[in-house]
């Protein structure tokens, strides 16, 4: 049996009353933000990546568990349940050593094992492992021209196939091949064709043990698509000799047979078997990291600094339907939009600078959110020439970022898009979602499927469920870490809210257009289906900045607003001081009282303590804006200007096992290799750099053919 709190603990390295109330946490209906947040006495501060990987292996052991407790009751009533069964059961621990366990009791499709018992053949098969008397003489008597028995010899091959079942079905024999497979198997793969992306595999081997997971992925992907072949190659022999030496009755009677079945039992039953398991797992273990790649590089994302008190023009270049254009007010709301034609088949150069400069000049446009998509390129030369003649003109005085466009005409066609903007053609929609991208990354991308926006790796190739669960986890974590202006939040972003659901984030704003805005976070109580436990995991995610109540534009909980208020009066302030910014001594007064002293008074918890002070420091406040801002630029560098040598300034767009990808301006990502990330080395690039980071790269390759740049981050102190 295995104990869960015991086991997860050792396995996340964490203490098991950590785990034991973590699990009293999640039972009574905690969400992992609120636990993260508000419960740290209870956990001892684990973060909500520990929370959420611990979460996940509770429901995978307790599932494990069920079906142990399931397995054993089926052997039970059979009638088969030994001692060593049962012990063997409780020792397991893995779902492939209780499906190994199961198998020989499992009910089986007819198979040669099951033909052959129906035809009376097991005390054959018996006689044969035994060992002891003539074989061929014992197995004419088993001839039977009703039966289908011809022969004794045509009686002997039935008997094996009986044999090799009983051999695929010993757990032993399975647990020890898997384990020589895992140890010494190699991957192979074979293919042909020109210009394939799979070229690199045509002719490929490598240890299974050090087979990295994109590698895997790549694999799994060119033999769905019918271009490689691909297994696993290993001694069988080895195997052969494992399986014999296992048995205890192979004698000079016996063995000649006794390696016919081996044999047949490898080649047919066994080896198929074990090789798609492996196989399985190896997948299994590639999308783990796959997952774990996207969820990080969508954090990073997520989180990326939003661009505040800035006019906006969200810029969605095309070709033959032209560009769309909207420009945004410093909230992101819409203000107005127009196309243009600066490319083929029109190539309008002239008027599309001319229109794009009234409208910059009308609204007082600061900065332009050009999208990465098609005609992006062509686009941005046009952006350039257009900054440059305003400088020369003394015009107002305008930068652009490149921004990335993946998902928006996702979100463009969406029932969330058309509610928000009814009247707007689907293209006027994605420029807008383009320029409010910059504004605020996360509640505009919160309005697409996770896994449209583009910073994964073989995403379309792995498990959807486990993807979307780990990626839902992600934004719910990201959005809470934030917090939500209740008063301006769209449904889409409250839906990721502690507590929150599709229902409840409807009822919300139904309430909030009713009363013109909530004017305070108690107000969430009336809320229809919003009860006290939703209002509980809710309310301290939940910013109300018009309430009377300044606490209600912190992150300290409502539970803790007395608590608060004691800490304010024992450091000598006022409520109303918040709101003014005087608190900025703060921390230096609590540290002078002694934090340790301020929660034996209050009665609350140091770490609950921490938080409260930096809450009560900044109301409001947005851990994004810590953040380095995006690249703003005025020109525009071509792949053709590049040389090896030069130093750039980029943006990383995307982190992948073996590298970064960085945006250095000429509309082509260059890739940071793993090997070229730092000047010692790096086992996982995100040690080294996540999405967003500002970065100074080397070029040291360029093949224009390919539109190919490699990059490096090595010696750049020097």
């Known amino acids: 049996m295995i104990q869960i709190e015991t086991k997860i603990a050792s396995e996340l390295g964490i203490k098991q009353d950590q785990v034991e109330a973590v699990v009293a946490l999640l039972d009574e209906g905690n969400t992992v933000p609120f636990i993260a947040r508000y419960r740290k006495e209870k956990t001892g501060s684990l973060d909500d990546e520990v929370l959420r990987k611990l979460a996940e292996r509770l429901t995978y ?9 399931d397995i054993q009751r089926l052997i039970t009533e059979q009638g088969n349940m030994t001692e060593e069964i049962l012990a063997n059961l409780a020792k397991a621990e893995t779902v492939t050593e209780l499906d190994d366990i199961y198998r020989p009791f499992r009910p089986k499709k007819r198979t040669r094992a099951t033909i052959a018992i129906e035809k009376g053949l097991k005390p054959l098969a018996d006689f044969i492992m035994v060992g002891e008397g003539d074989i061929p003489v014992k197995a004419d008597s088993f001839v039977d021209a009703e039966k289908g028995i011809e022969s004794g010899e045509a009686a002997i091959n039935y008997a094996l196939d009986i044999l090799a079942e009983q051999f695929s079905d010993d757990a032993d024999n399975r647990k020890w091949i898997r384990s020589y497979c895992e140890k010494l198997g190699v991957i192979v793969s074979t293919g042909k064709g020109e210009n394939s992306p799979y070229e690199m595999y045509f002719d490929f081997k490598e240890p299974i043990k050090s087979l990295p997971g994109h590698r895997i992925l790549a694999l799994n992907r060119g033999e769905k698509e019918g271009v490689l072949k691909v297994n696993i190659e290993l001694d069988q022999e080895i195997i ?7 048995l205890t009755n192979v004698t000079t009677i016996n ?39 996207f969820s990080k590089n969508l954090s990073a994302l997520l989180l990326q600094a939003p661009v505040k008190g800035k006019r906006i023009m969200g810029y969605d270049p095309g070709f033959r339907t032209g560009c769309k254009i909207a420009v945004l007010d410093e909230n992101g709301k819409y203000l107005e939009s127009t196309a243009v034609y600066p490319t083929v088949p029109r190539k309008d150069i002239a008027g599309t600078i001319r229109t794009l400069k009234s409208l910059i000049e009308k609204h007082k446009v600061d900065i332009i959110s050009l999208g990465n998509g098609t005609a992006s390129r062509e686009s941005e030369e046009v952006i350039a020439q257009l900054i440059a003649e305003l400088k020369e003109e003394g015009g107002r005085q305008v930068s652009y970022v490149v921004t990335s466009e993946a998902g928006a005409s996702v979100y463009s066609a969406s029932k969330l898009a058309t509610q928000e903007y009814p009247d707007l053609d689907v293209t006027v929609r994605g420029a807008i979602s383009i320029g409010r991208r910059l504004q605020d990354p996360l509640a505009e991308l919160v309005k697409i499927d996770p896994k449209s926006i583009g910073v994964g790796q073989y995403q379309h190739d792995i498990n959807q469920k486990k993807l979307d669960e780990s990626l839902t986890g992600v934004v719910e974590d990201c959005v809470n870490s934030v917090g939500v202006d209740l008063n301006t939040a769209t449904p889409a972003l409250l839906t990721y809210v502690s507590g929150i659901n599709k229902t409840i984030s409807e009822n919300i704003i139904s309430y909030r257009d009713e009363v013109d805005g909530f004017k305070s976070r108690k107000e969430l109580k009336k809320v229809k289906r919003l009860g006290p436990k939703a209002y509980e995991q809710c309310a301290g995610f939940l910013r109300v900045s018009e309430s009377d109540e300044i606490l209600d534009n912190t992150g300290v909980h409502p539970e803790s607003y007395k608590v608060a208020k004691q800490v304010l009066d024992l450091l000598g302030y006022s ?19 002694s934090l340790r002293k301020l929660s034996e008074e209050t009665e609350a918890g140091e770490p609950t303590l921490r938080d409260m002070i930096k809450e009560l420091m ?14 703003f630029k005025t020109g525009v560098l071509d792949l053709k200007d590049l040389e090896e040598g030069m130093i750039l300034q980029g943006t990383v767009r ?4 073996f590298g970064a990808f960085v945006d250095i301006g000429v509309h082509q990502d260059g890739l940071v290799h793993i090997s070229q990330l730092a000047d010692r080395f790096v086992k996982n690039p995100m040690d080294v750099v996540k999405v967003g980071d500002i970065v100074e790269v080397r070029v040291i390759g360029i093949d224009l053919g390919r539109k190919r740049i490699s990059l490096s981050m090595k010696n750049m102190g020097k």
Not at 654 to 657: K, P, R, T
């Open 575 to 593: 409520k109303s001081e918040i709101k003014s910014g005087a608190l900025k001594d703060l921390q230096s007064r609590a540290d002078n009282y």
């Open 61 to 69: 052991l307790r599932n494990f568990n069920s079906k142990r407790d």
């Open 255 to 293: 063995r000649s047979y006794i390696v016919r079945a081996v044999k047949d039992s490898l080649k047919r039953l066994i080896w198929p078997s074990i090789e798609r398991e492996i196989r399985n797992q190896l997948t299994e273990k590639a999308e783990e990291g796959a997952i774990d790649v």
């Open 654 to 657: 995307n982190v992948s096992d």
């Open 240 to 246: 052969e000799d494992h399986m014999i030496d296992h």
């Open 618 to 631: 900044k109301p409001g406040r947005d851990p994004r804006e810590e953040l380095p801002q995006p690249v």
